[in-house]
């Protein structure tokens, strides 16, 4: 339970569906690991991974797998779009082809092939579906005892929070690893800036405030054999059911940094509000483009978080932290910097975050110390739908009152087929919609 107290470039690259060039790019492009220590019993002991969900972030995150250890190889895959599993293969073959040991019978189709994966004899699997299926993989992964690579955000409302929460829960008991996709704490400047704030280089912090201003998600133009299901699923971020909406399927980054940077306390209460002025045509689902959401912590610190995704703004993602006794600063991409009491700029290394990420989950597993991301990724994903919520309602939401919604975006994950005719919730119109 937690506790009281226009086009950007990573846009682009992360949420669209890469084309098999980009993706090949992405996988060449990154260092090789320089973390493993192997041990004598297990550094020939192969390890087999399991991808479920093909799309460009999942196809990235099976790369960085294989490059994060020599004696990795991807044994299963799993998507509902056959194309995608095509693409997602031919891009794995021409970048890592001796450690891709698929054969016909392990590329699983449909709704269900995400069992068929975790019950497949791999070792670590890789959750990197629509957001709307984590709390289900996640589940399932941890049943079966698998270590996981969790793609964020967890969940996209409550009631799937709590099932990822039980699943954190289990996983610690079975000493799984268990690495998030929150990738931003995985970058050594962040690291290097955020350790020097949480041991009081700014003093007490008493304002955080975060941006994420970009430009559009991708859309994917539906064709006439499509039915409903099929178009929503192609274009899943457009749907709040599926994606939990921009703030919790992208901006969420923006959340958890500023949630590490309060030492992961929760609010108390968020109040805020959100719209639709540019993504206005039905086709862009119920979703909104912009937010601006106030979190307010026991101690009197103030959390501000403002995302859009309008095409033609400028772009920002920064993290300004204001302490009793100095100023910290992080831009994406730019400056890590601290003022005040301690006069700081980061000058060390820096790395490729999203390869570090799986350098660390199979360094652990060799090495058999799990690490597990669990309560802070559950966390920063709760704060994700919380903001959610007060900009669909416009009130002001405690954390008891969130923590007990019912509220289910979507239909029981169980049921999911081609046929469902889903509709999700009516756009939000703030003072309007009701918390539920």
Not at 144 to 152: P, Q
Not at 189 to 204: H, Q, S
Not at 370 to 399: C, H, K, V
Request: charged content about 20%; some cysteine.
């Amino acid at each position: 339970m937690p506790r009281h107290s226009d086009n950007h470039p990573e846009h682009n690259s992360r949420r669209s569906f890469l084309k098999k060039s980009s993706i090949i790019a992405l996988g060449t492009s990154l260092p090789t690991s320089t973390l493993l220590a192997f041990t004598d019993q297990s550094k020939d002991q192969v390890i087999k991974v399991g991808l479920i969900g093909c799309g460009g972030r999942g196809t990235g995150a099976a790369i960085q797998a294989l490059q994060a250890d020599p004696n990795c190889q991807i044994t299963a895959m799993a998507d509902v779009f056959q194309d995608r599993m095509d693409e997602s293969y031919a891009a794995l073959m021409e970048v890592r082809p001796k450690q891709v040991k698929i054969d016909k019978g392990s590329k699983f189709l449909g709704f269900d092939a995400y069992e068929k994966v975790i019950n497949s004899d791999v070792d670590v699997v890789l959750l990197t579906s629509p957001p709307a299926f984590r709390p289900l993989h996640l589940k399932a992964a941890v049943q079966a005892k698998k270590h996981i690579f969790c793609e964020k955000p967890m969940a996209v409302d409550i009631p799937g929070l709590h099932s990822v929460q039980q699943s954190v829960k289990k996983a610690k008991e079975l000493n799984l690893s268990l690495v998030s996709g929150f990738c931003f704490r995985y970058d050594l400047p962040n690291r290097a800036t955020f350790t020097k704030v949480l041991e009081g280089a700014i003093g007490e912090v008493k304002s955080v405030s975060t941006f994420r201003y970009g430009g559009e998600a991708t859309y994917i133009e539906p064709r006439p054999e499509w039915n409903k299901m099929t178009q929503q699923m192609r274009n899943w971020f457009y749907y709040n059911w599926l994606s939990g909406d921009f703030i919790v399927e992208q901006a969420v980054h923006s959340l958890d940094m500023m949630s590490w940077a309060m030492g992961d306390v929760m609010p108390i209460s968020a109040m805020g509000t959100g719209g639709r002025q540019v993504r206005i045509d039905p086709k862009y689902g119920n979703i909104y483009d912009h937010f601006a959401i106030e979190f307010k912590y026991a101690n009197g610190a103030i959390g501000t978080h403002f995302c859009r995704q309008q095409a033609g703004t400028t772009p920002r993602n920064s993290v300004s932290m204001l302490g009793t006794e100095g100023l910290a600063e992080v831009v994406i991409g730019g400056k890590h910097t601290i003022s005040g009491k301690v006069d700081w700029n980061y000058t060390g290394t820096k790395n490729n975050m999203y390869q570090t990420q799986h350098d660390e989950l199979f360094a652990s597993i060799r090495r058999n110390k799990p690490i597990n991301d669990g309560e802070w990724m559950s966390n920063s994903t709760l704060l994700a739908i919380w903001a959610r919520m007060a900009g669909y309602t416009g009130q002001n939401l405690t954390f008891d009152q969130v923590m007990n919604s019912k509220e289910n975006l979507g239909p029981e994950l169980a049921s999911y087929n081609w046929e469902l005719n889903v509709d999700g919730p009516p756009i939000a119109i703030p003072g309007k919609t009701k918390f539920s």
